[in-house]
């Protein structure tokens, strides 16, 4: 499986001529979405879910399908019938020759006055897992972890721990966007001593072989 990595929690999958595309949202590239066979999306928050960016994805080509929860599939579900799916915790998919397993149900908390959201992580295959905003557990061994490094409802602490509690053979960053260029190198350094395993970041555009 190909990886390539978009801007901010974007991340596009690819194998045996199909894509896959997790989250493509506002800070990620105009055109992340398009070209997609499966379109995922792990919660509302406008950083994951852009409703341009997937419109012109399902538009541009009939048979793209889009597995999201209620919140966003609302948005699409009347304009795209058949095409969007809503999907929970514990929900199992096959799409374009992904097999895909739905985890978790809230959003991590970023003030106790906020209100928390629903987000579900996606398993890929079996050894692929994107959390969304949140840190969810898997519920199994996972080859690759997409890593959620920075944002307003975590702490490095709490992700060194999580790739900890996760345990899987590599963590590759995601959610990224609003670190700055010098805090990386104190991140590099901070997750890859602690975290217990093989930790890794891709510029956007760049990708690696899963």
Same mark, same amino acid.
């Given at each position: 499986?190909?990886?390539?990595?978009?801007?901010?929690?974007?991340?596009? @999958?690819?194998?045996?001529?199909?894509?896959?595309?997790?989250?493509?949202?506002?800070?990620?590239?105009?055109?992340? *979405?398009?070209? +997609? $066979?499966?379109?995922? !999306?792990?919660?509302?928050?406008?950083?994951?879910? $852009?409703?341009?960016?997937?419109?012109?994805?399902?538009?541009?080509?009939? *048979?793209?399908?889009?597995?999201?929860?209620?919140?966003?599939?609302?948005? @699409?579900?009347?304009?795209? =019938?058949?095409?969007?799916?809503?999907?929970?915790?514990?929900?199992?998919?096959?799409?374009?020759?992904? $097999?895909?397993?739905?985890?978790?149900?809230?959003?991590?908390?970023?003030?106790?006055?906020? =209100?928390? !959201?629903?987000?579900?992580?996606?398993?890929?295959?079996? +050894?692929?897992?994107? =959390?969304?905003?949140?840190?969810?557990?898997?519920?199994?061994?996972?080859?690759?972890?997409? @890593?959620?490094?920075? +944002?307003?409802?975590?702490?490095?602490?709490?992700? #060194?721990?999580?790739?900890?509690?996760?345990?899987?053979?590599? +963590?590759?960053? #995601?959610?990224?966007?609003?670190?700055?260029?010098?805090?990386?190198? #104190?991140?590099?350094?901070? #997750?890859?001593?602690?975290?217990?395993? $093989?930790?890794?970041?891709?510029?956007?555009?760049?990708?690696?072989?899963?």
């Amino acid at each position: 499986m190909k990886l390539t990595k978009n801007t901010h929690a974007c991340v596009r @999958l690819e194998k045996e001529g199909r894509t896959l595309v997790i989250d493509p949202g506002m800070f990620t590239e105009e055109d992340a *979405a398009l070209g +997609a $066979d499966v379109l995922l !999306v792990t919660h509302e928050h406008p950083d994951h879910f $852009d409703e341009g960016r997937l419109r012109a994805a399902l538009e541009a080509d009939p *048979a793209v399908e889009l597995w999201t929860l209620r919140s966003v599939a609302e948005q @699409l579900a009347a304009a795209f =019938p058949g095409r969007v799916h809503t999907v929970g915790d514990g929900d199992a998919f096959s799409a374009a020759g992904f $097999d895909v397993q739905v985890h978790g149900e809230l959003h991590a908390v970023i003030h106790p006055d906020i =209100p928390r !959201v629903t987000n579900v992580g996606y398993l890929i295959d079996g +050894a692929v897992f994107h =959390p969304g905003d949140a840190l969810t557990l898997p519920g199994r061994p996972v080859e690759t972890l997409f @890593l959620p490094v920075m +944002a307003p409802w975590n702490k490095i602490s709490e992700v #060194i721990d999580y790739v900890r509690e996760v345990k899987p053979l590599r +963590a590759y960053d #995601i959610h990224d966007a609003l670190l700055t260029d010098l805090a990386r190198p #104190i991140y590099d350094r901070q #997750i890859g001593a602690l975290g217990g395993t $093989d930790h890794r970041r891709l510029t956007p555009g760049d990708s690696a072989e899963l």
